[in-house]
């Protein structure tokens, strides 16, 4: 039985997973705030998560895996508006529309890119009620202050009897030096005290009312409620990208302290950035590419973007480029075509020959089972079981070209071999179509192979030409054998 070891952000080592009450797993992720499409930053958190989540389920681990939607309170710096606000002039909509729309969007490219829906997915609107509980709770506890119907979080206080920066390694005595004087700091008591509630201006829509103002929630509150709400004060993991490790979530573990005391999760982790020359990928940058950009102009296959993603491990930055994504379509279409021989050859009935040969085989093949076991234990490290599945393919080559006799092969070599590259590409790095876009493909090759097959028979070129043609668009190439015509996706030279 192999441990799983994950990279605790809060420990700054990998430590041995050990959840609080098991079987049961509670995972909250920061989910996107909604102010415009996803881009492939969102990807990348949201497959990290993904495969995080995939792992636990197949150890036998039942899972609650929250990831929220930030609709609101989500601000640039506590000078300027909530972005879905800012948003919302922008694109001259309401904001909770839009809001809704950009919600909408998200959760159709995580579908295409063959993401699992979260347990649950709650919206910071949706809990305001608890998020103002936890402000007066912080305020009754002496952490908090009202000024001009908005409310700070005090952290000089905090830092006194608690210590501000335990996740982030921020000194707070470093953050005050180095502060610049900013709008509205005359509200403050020091410059890092962060908005727990804020008040809203007469022409800002989204407001509700509180004991202090009409106002909307500050950034940092949203988590704490709702895995509160879902979790209780402790649950097992609290996952997001590396930019959001200081403050929002050293603010998160500010709140939990001082109401909860103690830490919210036992586990922290952190993705890397998605980098475009060396910079961040994101919105206020303006220097992000869509999903649907990559699947629509760019063609790309939806697997390609995960691949993409999965080829480095997920603590490591990943430098975008168009040529890196086009690699990583071609090493996924070669892993597919192995995934598709053996969907088409596991039924093959067994001669249940166990000759020297075969034995030694299914000790290589079992030697890269327990290969890909120990990478995906240690760090949820994608790369090396990609590498594994690269080694499995060899195999399956020999097969396809007939270096290898698979009649030759013994039940248990067959089933190890066929268990263990769909259990890692399918299972675990969820490389495939959605299952309903993947029996529509093979609907389709239904349909058009016995019409190829029969122009084939009757020398109508015209329609062999037309039917290659139509299936070189959807990246598909056919192949003909002596008794039958099979197909596999091609490794396109062009550029995207």
Known sequence: MHTLHLYN?????????????PPYVNMYVCGPTVYGPAHLGHAR????????????????????????????GHLENETEEDKIA???KK???????????????????????????????????GHITEQIAIVQNIIKKGYGYVKNGSVYFDLQKYHQNFHYGTLSGRILEDLWEATRSLNHQKEKKNAHDFALWKKASEKHIMRWPSPWSEGY????????????KYFGSHFDIHGGGMDLLFPHHECEIAQAMCTEQQNPAKYWIH?????????????????????????????????AIRMFILQAHYRNPLNFSLPALQAAQKAYYKLYNGYQYLQANQV??????????????????????????????????????????????????????????WQSLDQDTRI???????????????????????????????????????????????LIDHIRKALQKQNIRLKDLKNTVDWHYVMLNDKI
């Not at 952000?9 to 009450?21: M, R």
């Not at 495969?51 to 609101?72: G, P």
């Not at 929630?217 to 509160?228: D, I, N, R, V």
Request: aromatic share 10%.
């Open 9 to 21: 952000s809060f420990s700054k080592k990998k430590e041995t997973f050990q959840p609080i009450h």
């Open 348 to 405: 093959t009935t067994p001669t249940y020959n166990s000759n020297s040969y075969t034995q030694t085989l299914k000790k290589k093949i079992k030697n890269i089972e327990e290969k890909c076991t120990y990478a995906i234990n240690d760090d949820l490290n994608t790369p090396k079981v990609i590498a594994c599945l690269f080694d499995l393919l060899k195999i399956i080559h020999d097969l396809q070209k007939r270096m290898i006799d």
């Open 416 to 462: 190890c071999l066929y268990n263990t590259y769909t259990h890692f590409f399918k299972k675990i790095l969820g490389l495939y179509e959605e299952e309903y876009k993947e029996k529509n493909t093979q609907y389709m090759m239904s349909i058009l192979l016995p019409c190829y097959i029969e122009a084939k028979k009757n020398n109508n070129y015209d």
């Open 86 to 88: 800012q948003a919302a």
């Open 271 to 303: 993705h890397n950035m998605i980098t475009v020359k060396k910079q961040k990928m994101g919105k206020s940058l303006q220097n992000f590419i869509t999903i649907q950009d990559l699947l629509q102009q760019h063609t790309l296959h939806p697997m």
């Open 217 to 228: 929630p500050g950034w940092h509150l949203e988590c704490t409620a709702m895995s509160k």
């Open 91 to 125: 694109y001259s909509q309401e904001p909770m529309a839009l809001a809704q729309h950009f919600t909408n969007s998200y959760r159709k490219d995580m579908q295409d890119l063959n993401i699992l829906p979260p347990t649950i997915e709650p919206q910071a609107s």
């Open 45 to 72: 958190s949201a497959i990290t998560f993904d495969i995080l989540f995939r792992h636990l389920q197949h150890s036998k681990y039942q899972v609650k895996y929250i990831r929220n939607i930030t609709d609101v």
